[in-house]
């Protein structure tokens, strides 16, 4: 159960079952590290779940890759190809081209 208490608010509050020796153990390291409960899950969630890293560089050469096809089903082979390597390496982002001929960097939900 997710709630979010305040539309601006840059967290959202989640209620859960955790085993009493696992809060145990937590609780211990809240001592030793002065942090709140709270704090050490989201800093264990934090190193398990680290936020994705986007190589720019290897992004832009893949967009090149893509915009040099020299017709439009080429296009749409190459935007398969490169959303299919993404798709490979757990990425969220995928290429998509726009009505006037723009190729864009989506994320996927």
């Not at 153990?25 to 050490?40: D, F, L, P, Q």
């Not at 050469?61 to 190809?81: C, F, K, M």
């Not at 490169?82 to 081209?97: I, M, P, Q, T, Y």
Request: proline letters at 5%; a neutral charge.
């Amino acid at each position: 159960m997710i709630n979010q208490t305040s539309a601006s608010r840059s967290s959202e509050q989640v209620h859960l079952r955790i085993p009493s020796s696992l809060l145990a153990r937590i609780k211990s390291a809240t001592s030793r590290s002065g942090r709140s409960v709270n704090g050490e899950i989201v800093i264990a969630l934090e190193t398990a779940f680290p936020s994705p890293v986007v190589d720019v560089e290897a992004v832009e050469v893949l967009l090149q890759y893509v915009s040099s096809a020299p017709n439009t089903a080429e296009l749409q082979h190459r935007i398969e190809e490169v959303n299919a390597r993404f798709v490979s390496k757990g990425s969220l982002l995928r290429v998509e081209a726009q009505p006037n001929g723009a190729l864009t960097i989506v994320t996927e939900n």
